[in-house]
């Protein structure tokens, strides 16, 4: 199985700030990594695919880099909308489908 | 546009069943597999089960396997997840998702939650 981990737990930003938001993966998933936003009482929305994609609809504020183990997703100037749970997802090997334990991104 | 709609939720007591329901629109729910995912109070997301676009195929989560099934009815365009044997570890909120052909997860409803209570 592969373990994905997230840091930082917890990530406290001022609106309009920059907040960089980092995923490892246990092993080699090239760049099938997935970025998720959830905010409570909405459905989980998709951020970036393939890594560094972004999904239909998604800001340009939103940027996903990396490969192989190492991966971040970047918000370049948050936003009332932005302050949520982000996870990161591997779908490169399965089963499972493995996600991070979560960054949440909270108001400072 | 895609929709998907969550329900069957509730409190139920340790060892009883429940089955949530996934109803879609707005696609050819039959070109698509399915997921049900669930996340705990406090907790990060979990893969609970996935089901080929044709039922085909199946896989579960280790901590539901034997307990829980997952299932589609192509004709009513709804995803099932029939779960039993409840216990407080299960509860959470359940969610269905599609599966993007590329191996993304590209639409999720908005969740429905379980809770697992005497």
């Known amino acids: 199985e592969i373990v994905m981990t997230q840091s930082p737990a917890t990530l406290s930003v001022s609106p309009g700030e920059r907040a960089t938001l980092s995923c490892r993966a246990s092993q080699n998933i090239l760049t099938n990594l997935a970025w998720y936003r959830l905010k409570h009482g909405q459905s989980p929305s998709l951020l970036i695919y393939n890594a560094s994609t972004r999904a239909t609809g998604v800001p340009s504020r939103f940027g996903g880099g990396g490969s192989g183990t190492e991966f971040t997703l970047t918000i370049s100037s948050l936003q009332s909308d932005d302050f949520a749970l982000y996870y990161c997802q591997q779908y490169n090997t399965w089963p499972p489908w493995t996600f991070g334990q979560g960054t949440k991104v909270e108001i400072k | 546009q895609v929709q998907l709609v969550e329900s069957g939720g509730g409190v139920v007591q340790p060892g009883r069943s429940l089955r949530l329901s996934c109803a879609v629109s707005?696609?050819?729910?039959?070109?698509?597999?399915m997921f049900w995912v669930r996340q705990a109070p406090g907790k990060g997301l979990e893969w609970v089960a996935v089901?080929?676009?044709?039922?085909?195929?199946?896989y579960y989560g280790d901590s539901v396997k034997g307990r829980f099934t997952i299932s589609r009815d192509n004709s009513k365009n709804t995803l099932y997840l029939q779960m039993s044997s409840l216990g407080a570890e299960d509860t959470a909120v359940y969610h269905c998702?599609?599966?993007?052909?590329?191996?993304?997860?590209?639409?999720w409803g908005q969740g429905t939650l379980v809770t697992v209570s005497s």
């Open positions: 998702a599609r599966w993007h052909a590329n191996g993304w997860w590209d639409y």
């Open positions: 707005g696609f050819t729910f039959s070109d698509y597999g």
């Open positions: 089901i080929w676009y044709d039922g085909s195929k199946k």
